[in-house]
């Protein structure tokens, strides 16, 4: 490879952050690019030329203007933006920015759990209607309470790492029914289980009944493909018990929308709630905005607006860098399957 690397960046400029890049790829050239967001938007071509790492959120169009790229860093963990992009065809790798957004989700998640055993929709109506009222429903805890995830990746990781420390049980469905380590996944050091030992059961697609249908918090926790989309139905939906609660920050898709909204409308489980839909934004004169079994929030459980967003790209970036020029194995890296849509 050719050494110093000339690297292009087209992410908000932290100083810290290159000072980051400069010590792991020392002597390397760092030209900075606006930061693009719209798919439709270009780079100046002199920035292009001789460019051996890209970082980006979104590419530009005219990404065919780059002479000799190696490797693209995108900020998203997300990957199905590039996918028209000619990457297998030129040899160039791709790592996304996995690991970035466990955190703040798993906060998410654990704190619509609270919302949900607390009865906060019910309080906060007391409180809007000036009612007093300490019933036993409201001191609930999440203590012995049971989490299911369908999917074990780095969001369902740190969330089960939170959910141990307040007591619950947790229980993970894979497709093949085994959790593994995960060495080449970025994770914020001291979250997550990178070696795979927190969950108390895993199940294989063959035990869905007795997974679903023993769970008060039922969260999905895996990436939106052609083989997960639609994959919850009423089949599944109806496994889970009335007093259960369906938590879902991956994406709405997951679960058929015409299913889940009679799920919802007819009651089959207490509540659910969604941090992702089928539409963006979502229409005002949509069913989901009136259920009054359902907390919406508008994709924000963790998002590039994010107080620790950018220090985290710099961080997986650079530790790339020292794996690239040391002929290690990449943080995050892409593989051919997932690269042509797999």
């Known amino acids: 490879m050719k050494t110093p690397l000339t690297i292009l960046l087209s992410i908000e400029e932290s100083p810290a952050g290159i000072a980051q890049i400069r010590q792991a790829c020392p002597g390397c050239e760092i030209r900075i690019a606006p930061w693009i967001t719209d798919p439709e938007a270009t780079l100046d071509t002199a920035l292009l030329k001789g460019v051996d790492v890209f970082v980006c959120e979104v590419p530009p169009k005219n990404f065919a203007e780059f002479d000799c790229l190696k490797w693209m860093q995108i900020t998203s963990a997300g990957y199905s933006h590039i996918l028209h992009l000619p990457l297998l065809e030129r040899g160039i790798r791709v ?3 996995l690991g970035n957004f466990d955190g703040p989700i798993a906060e998410w998640n654990l ?13 906060l109506a007391n409180q809007k209607n000036h009612v007093w009222d300490p019933a036993a429903r409201f001191q609930s805890d999440l203590f012995g309470s049971t989490i299911g995830f369908y999917g074990y990746g780095g969001i369902a990781r740190e969330t089960a790492r939170l959910a141990k420390a307040m007591r619950m049980k947790v229980w993970v469905m894979t497709r093949e029914g085994t959790v593994k380590k995960r060495p080449l996944t970025y994770c914020v050091e001291g979250t997550g289980d990178p070696e795979g030992i ?20 039922f969260l999905i926790t895996m ?19 009335p007093d259960a609660v369906l938590i879902n920050p991956a994406r709405a898709q997951i679960i058929e929308e015409e299913v889940f909204l009679r799920c919802l409308e007819e009651k089959w489980i207490r509540g659910a709630s969604l941090d992702v839909h089928y539409a963006y934004p979502l229409p005002p004169d949509h069913p989901l905005w ?17 107080p620790h967003f950018l220090a985290r790209i ?6 790339n860098c020292t794996r690239y020029l040391g002929s290690a194995p990449l943080l995050n890296e892409l593989t051919e399957s997932q690269l042509r849509g797999g």
């Open 223 to 241: 990436p939106l493909t052609d083989s997960t989309k639609g994959l919850i139905g009423e089949r599944e939906l109806r496994m889970l018990r």
């Open 290 to 306: 009136d259920m009054p079994n359902l907390i919406m929030t508008p994709h924000i459980s963790g998002s590039s607006m994010s």
């Open 95 to 97: 790592t996304n920015g």
């Open 111 to 123: 704190l619509m759990m609270l919302f949900w055993r607390r009865h906060m929709i019910d309080q």
């Open 314 to 319: 710099y961080d997986i970036f650079s530790k």
């Open 198 to 217: 927190l969950p108390d059961r895993v199940f294989d697609p063959s035990g869905m009944e007795e997974f679903l249908g023993g769970l008060d918090y």
